[in-house]
Structure formats: structure tokens, C-alpha cells
């Protein structure tokens, strides 16, 4: 079991230039998240999915597109980038709970991160 | 606004002793409360967890506490270890009050330092 990964590790862009962050998870979760950290910020979500071809906006959705076609895969894209991208992203996986019991018993709720992408825009 | 605070940028314990981190929340339809730990260069890892139903909850070396009329919690680390030392961050979600469901809102996190 990988658990959650992330490509690229690093990336350095230049204003205006497009990429795509590709995150994998091999759990079967559900949920999928993108995050972004940046230094006393904390993180914050940018964009989630809670399943197979369904996308939503998070705290910080500007500027960002995300889709999810297959139910291990969430990829974030920055169409034209800006120095304020800067970041580190995370990407994270959680499993849907059945119901009221399993929430409360077993934290199923409980995010998985990868290990996050270094992004630089110049 | 900021919905969940962590106070203390930093924090530096002795090996051995107790370490205390603290956590506020302001949005009352928070009802589960995570604690993550993150070392340098990785993404965040789970710690421990507590619902809204309990007051204290307990995993071996770590312990969270709840206090729901102060909208207050807290991870006690007994005793810490030089291993321990990494950036805590306290998530909520409000898992059962109708609100983000599954969403986590994450404070800032403290780094904690523990000195051999």
C-alpha cells in the first residue's frame, strides 16, 4: 500500500505558465482533498471531491481547477500561474462512514496526506 | 475569520516532561476535533481524535482533552521524546451539526521542540 502520493515532489513555474499536480491514493477512500500551506497560514482547503466525477470548492478556489475521473486519482491545475501560488500543496484521501456508529467509533473521517508538492512561481 | 487557533507559534519542553499544546475553536457547530502531527519535507499524519460526546480521549503517550463550554481542547505528551518534535496542527469538522461534513478547518499549528 503506497497510501497517498503526489507528482511532482518540486516544480518551479513561471507567471502565466499552466501544470497539473497529480495525486493517487490506493485506500478505495471516497474524499479526496487539495490543500495548500503556506509559512503561518495553516492549511487550506482549496478544492474537494466526494467521489468518482464530483468536484467542490473549498476555502481557496481561485485560480485552481481540479477533476476527478477516476475514483484513485484528484488532480489540481493552475491554468495560468501567479507568484501568489507559491505554496506547498498537500493532497489528502478519507474513507465516506457508513453511518453514525462508524463516525463516532472508528474516526473514519481521519485524512491521509501525501507527502505534498513544492510549487514555485517566478 | 479564523474558526480554529492555535495561539502558540512554538513551543520548547525537556525530555521527559509533559508537553501541553492548546487549541481553540469559535464555530459551536464544530463536534469532532483531530490532532496532526507534520514533519519537515512530509505531509501531516494523524495523531489522535476526539468527539464532541467525550471529554478526554487517550492513545498511549498522547492524550486530548475537551472542554466544550470554553470550545478548548488540548494534547498532552507524557512523556515527550526528541521524536516528538514537529510542527502540531489541531483540525475540527462538523461531522454531525449539518455543516462542512467531512471538511476539516485546520489552525495554524505549533512546532513543538523537545530537547534531548
Known amino acids: 500500500n503506497a497510501g497517498v502520493t503526489q507528482t511532482p515532489k518540486f516544480r518551479v513555474l513561471k507567471t502565466g505558465q499552466s501544470m497539473t499536480l497529480l495525486c493517487a491514493q490506493d485506500?478505495?477512500?471516497?474524499?479526496m482533498y487539495w490543500y495548500r500551506q503556506d509559512p503561518g497560514m495553516g492549511l487550506r482547503l482549496i478544492h474537494y471531491?466526494?467521489?468518482?466525477?464530483t468536484t467542490a470548492k473549498g476555502e481557496v478556489p481561485d485560480g485552481y481547477n481540479v477533476s476527478r475521473l477516476k475514483k484513485q486519482n484528484f488532480l489540481l491545475g493552475l491554468e495560468s500561474a501567479a507568484p501568489s501560488q507559491t505554496s506547498v500543496y498537500f493532497c489528502?484521501?478519507?474513507?465516506?462512514?457508513?453511518?453514525?456508529?462508524?463516525?463516532w467509533g472508528s474516526g473514519t473521517d481521519t485524512q491521509y496526506f501525501g507527502p505534498g508538492t513544492r510549487l514555485t512561481v517566478l | 475569520d479564523q474558526q480554529v487557533k492555535q495561539n502558540s507559534p512554538s513551543l520548547s519542553v525537556q525530555e521527559g516532561r509533559i508537553s501541553i499544546l492548546n487549541c481553540d475553536y469559535t464555530?459551536?457547530?464544530?463536534?469532532?476535533f483531530l490532532w496532526y502531527k507534520k514533519y519537515p519535507a512530509e505531509g501531516p499524519t494523524f495523531l489522535i481524535s476526539?468527539?464532541?460526546?467525550?471529554d478526554k480521549n487517550e492513545d498511549g503517550r498522547f492524550t486530548v482533552f475537551l472542554n466544550k463550554s470554553a470550545k478548548h481542547l488540548s494534547l498532552h505528551i507524557v512523556p515527550s521524546q526528541p521524536g516528538d518534535s514537529a510542527v502540531y496542527f489541531c483540525?475540527?469538522?462538523?461531522?454531525?451539526?449539518?455543516?462542512?461534513?467531512?471538511?476539516?478547518?485546520f489552525g495554524k499549528g505549533t512546532l513543538l521542540t523537545v530537547n534531548p
Open positions: 489528502a484521501s478519507s474513507v465516506l462512514a457508513g453511518g453514525w456508529n462508524d463516525k
Open positions: 464555530n459551536s457547530m464544530f463536534d469532532y
Open positions: 476526539i468527539s464532541s460526546i467525550k
Open positions: 483540525a475540527a469538522s462538523a461531522v454531525f451539526s449539518g455543516g462542512s461534513n467531512y471538511k476539516l478547518t
Open positions: 485506500m478505495n477512500h471516497e474524499y
Open positions: 471531491s466526494v467521489g468518482e466525477g
